[in-house]
């Protein structure tokens, strides 16, 4: 199919098709490769420019030294992630772009999803752990050095960046579209960005985020903080966060709860197209009836150093419903624990067993010995059983669990100190990151044994993972939304409070995106706003 013939297949209306079970869905994700890549980059650029806001996610070939990626300083953080964007590479690049309907039911966005393979043609190191993560997940690495689509890093060799079809072009365009910027954890994939497409990364943190202010003014949003400060999810690796945010949204549709919801459509591919379509299905989240055990440490984090080996459940659908029903136990049990000291309050009026006891001893008086809070340290666990190491969002909720070090999606770890794989996870504990990480790993738990252990149903690339921090960004937007119902809102608004923040593993408080009086903007940046908007900012 010719270039003209896809922009109309993209953007005509009779080609989009509504998501009708909006508890499941089977997401078109779109294959970018150096043989299409030509042919598909109208309806890229199309799709980038005619959005509300575009969500990207990356995988890696490796990011290097875990505990370094970890230190207290976040300075020292900064400096061993350039050492990872110099020495390593993007081989996988996910772009997610959400445009709003504005004739359809509020909240409604069509969303197009490409998933980019890509071939560094300089020198890179690929670690041993990646290569096993990404394979166990289905990434195909003979495809990716016969097709990927090749770029170079760091500072613009041929002065081309702003024409032609290729990677670096495709980021300018990303650029000029001036939309706000969706990622997960997103310190590091900004890093690799920025390394790889962009210039050279500058020496100080505070330059760079200098230079990030200016090259998305529209904002950045980082979901990992938008779930562990404005949701509070129990858990906030990728993957949990999605379906979490997709029961919930579905849950209030289908009950008829006052709006607003988020609706997502997707395009119909029709022809030539729809042979560079992979559907990645994600489906309801099932019953917990019959299930086993579930493994406490991937509950927590999205991941587990036995992996496959681990003889407990990582299924987060079943994780995702015993920590409601956790909740729910724990609302009832605060009930009780309040009517019996009202009810017992009621009883001692008048009664002589009190007479002379001062007032503030009563109520320890009156207390259940299970209800004391020594014991009840204990009793709030749930299960009882099971050591709980879950954090609910405070920011600390870390073991290494949310730099991208270890986990889920980078082909090195989710938050891609969170989670990438169980190899990874060997390696960041003697490095003493504490157990590595938790959100990109996804390991190779992920898939049913024979004991019937069901984990991730291999919805796993970058580009269907850049789907779930979009659906996390518009669920999250919704429900920002709905709190704010009667003040006055900037319709270019999204989430105010969340705006230019990027979560921070095991810190209380975010990195702030902001151009410091103290710091100017580098002078590779400089050069390329002249490329990029021809100096006007």
């Given at each position: 199919?010719?270039?003209?013939?896809i922009?109309?297949?993209?953007?005509?209306?009779?080609?989009?098709?509504p998501?009708?079970?909006?508890?499941?869905?089977?997401?078109?994700?779109?294959?970018?490769?150096?043989?299409?890549?030509?042919?598909?980059?109208?309806?890229?650029?199309?799709?980038?420019?005619?959005?509300?806001?575009?969500?990207?996610?990356?995988?890696?070939s490796?990011?290097?030294?875990?505990?370094?990626?970890l230190?207290?300083?976040?300075?020292?953080?900064?400096?061993?992630?350039?050492?990872?964007?110099?020495?390593?590479?993007?081989?996988?690049l996910?772009?997610?772009?959400?445009?709003?309907?504005?004739?359809?039911?509020?909240?409604?966005?069509?969303?197009?999803?490409?998933?980019?393979?890509?071939?560094?043609?300089?020198?890179?190191?690929i670690?041993?752990?990646?290569?096993?993560?990404?394979?166990?997940?289905?990434?195909?690495?003979?495809?990716?050095?016969?097709?990927?689509?090749?770029?170079?890093?760091?500072?613009?060799?041929?002065?081309t960046?702003?024409?032609?079809?290729?990677?670096?072009?495709?980021?300018?365009?990303?650029?000029?579209?001036?939309?706000?910027?969706?990622l997960?954890?997103?310190?590091?994939?900004?890093?690799?960005?920025?390394?790889?497409?962009?210039?050279?990364?500058?020496?100080?943190?505070?330059?760079?985020?200098?230079?990030?202010?200016?090259?998305?003014?529209?904002?950045?949003?980082?979901?990992?903080?938008?779930?562990?400060?404005?949701?509070?999810?129990?858990?906030?690796?990728?993957?949990?966060?999605?379906?979490?945010?997709?029961?919930?949204?579905?849950?209030?549709?289908?009950?008829?709860?006052?709006?607003?919801?988020?609706?997502?459509?997707?395009?119909?591919?029709?022809?030539?197209?729809?042979?560079?379509?992979?559907?990645?299905?994600?489906?309801?989240?099932?019953?917990?009836?019959?299930?086993?055990?579930?493994?406490?440490?991937?509950?927590?984090?999205?991941?587990?150093?036995?992996?496959?080996?681990?003889?407990?459940?990582?299924?987060?659908?079943?994780?995702?419903?015993?920590?409601?029903?956790?909740?729910?136990?724990?609302?009832?049990?605060?009930?009780?624990?309040?009517?019996?000291?009202?009810?017992?309050?009621?009883?001692?009026?008048?009664?002589?067993?009190?007479?002379?006891?001062?007032q503030?001893?009563?109520?320890?008086?009156?207390?259940?010995?299970?209800e004391?809070?020594?014991?009840?340290?204990?009793s709030?666990?749930?299960?009882?059983?099971?050591?709980?190491?879950?954090?609910?969002?405070?920011?600390?909720?870390?073991?290494?669990?949310?730099?991208?070090?270890?986990?889920?999606?980078?082909?090195?770890?989710?938050?891609?100190?969170?989670?990438?794989?169980?190899?990874?996870?060997?390696?960041?504990?003697?490095?003493?990151?504490g157990?590595?990480?938790?959100?990109?790993?996804?390991?190779?738990?992920?898939v049913?044994?024979?004991?019937?252990?069901?984990?991730?149903?291999?919805?796993?690339?970058?580009?269907?993972?850049?789907?779930?921090?979009?659906?996390?960004?518009?669920?999250?937007?919704?429900?920002?939304?709905?709190?704010?119902?009667?003040?006055?809102?900037?319709?270019?608004?999204?989430?105010?409070?969340?705006?230019?923040?990027?979560?921070?593993?095991?810190?209380?408080?975010?990195?702030?995106?902001?151009?410091?009086?103290f710091?100017?903007?580098?002078?590779?940046?400089?050069?390329?706003?002249?490329?990029?908007?021809?100096?006007?900012?």
């Amino acid at each position: 199919m010719a270039s003209s013939q896809i922009v109309p297949v993209i953007e005509a209306s009779s080609q989009i098709v509504p998501v009708i079970e909006e508890s499941s869905q089977i997401v078109p994700v779109i294959d970018v490769h150096s043989d299409n890549f030509k042919e598909l980059w109208p309806a890229i650029v199309v799709a980038i420019k005619t959005s509300s806001f575009i969500a990207l996610d990356t995988e890696l070939s490796g990011l290097g030294n875990r505990k370094l990626l970890l230190a207290e300083s976040i300075e020292d953080r900064y400096k061993a992630i350039c050492q990872a964007a110099r020495s390593r590479s993007i081989i996988s690049l996910g772009i997610a772009c959400y445009k709003k309907l504005d004739n359809k039911t509020p909240d409604t966005y069509l969303v197009q999803v490409y998933n980019l393979t890509l071939l560094c043609l300089e020198e890179y190191i690929i670690e041993p752990q990646s290569v096993q993560f990404l394979v166990q997940h289905g990434f195909d690495f003979n495809k990716q050095y016969s097709h990927g689509i090749p770029y170079c890093k760091g500072n613009n060799k041929a002065g081309t960046d702003d024409r032609g079809v290729h990677i670096r072009a495709l980021f300018t365009e990303l650029l000029r579209a001036r939309k706000p910027l969706v990622l997960h954890n997103g310190l590091i994939d900004m890093a690799f960005l920025y390394q790889s497409f962009y210039a050279h990364l500058p020496e100080r943190l505070a330059t760079f985020t200098a230079d990030l202010c200016e090259m998305f003014p529209a904002g950045i949003y980082d979901t990992k903080y938008v779930t562990e400060f404005e949701l509070r999810l129990t858990a906030s690796y990728l993957e949990y966060a999605y379906k979490k945010c997709l029961l919930d949204n579905s849950r209030g549709i289908t009950s008829g709860a006052t709006g607003p919801h988020a609706h997502i459509e997707f395009c119909q591919y029709a022809g030539h197209m729809s042979t560079y379509v992979d559907f990645r299905e994600c489906p309801a989240v099932a019953s917990s009836e019959g299930t086993s055990d579930i493994c406490q440490r991937f509950s927590a984090f999205g991941w587990c150093p036995n992996g496959t080996k681990c003889p407990l459940s990582h299924d987060t659908d079943l994780i995702i419903l015993e920590d409601e029903k956790c909740k729910e136990d724990k609302k009832k049990k605060r009930k009780r624990k309040r009517d019996k000291k009202k009810a017992g309050r009621e009883a001692t009026e008048g009664s002589s067993i009190f007479d002379g006891t001062p007032q503030n001893k009563i109520p320890k008086m009156e207390a259940d010995p299970e209800e004391t809070p020594g014991a009840g340290a204990a009793s709030e666990s749930c299960p009882d059983t099971v050591p709980q190491i879950k954090v609910e969002g405070n920011g600390k909720q870390d073991e290494g669990q949310s730099m991208k070090t270890d986990g889920e999606g980078n082909g090195t770890c989710e938050d891609k100190a969170d989670q990438r794989n169980s190899a990874t996870i060997g390696t960041a504990d003697e490095n003493g990151t504490g157990g590595g990480g938790g959100e990109r790993m996804r390991d190779s738990s992920a898939v049913t044994d024979a004991q019937g252990k069901k984990g991730d149903t291999g919805t796993h690339r970058a580009g269907f993972d850049a789907y779930m921090t979009g659906y996390i960004f518009a669920h999250s937007f919704a429900l920002a939304k709905k709190e704010d119902v009667g003040e006055a809102r900037d319709e270019n608004e999204w989430i105010p409070s969340c705006l230019n923040k990027i979560y921070l593993s095991g810190k209380a408080a975010p990195l702030n995106v902001v151009k410091s009086t103290f710091a100017k903007s580098s002078k590779a940046h400089v050069q390329k706003m002249v490329v990029v908007w021809g100096g006007k900012k």
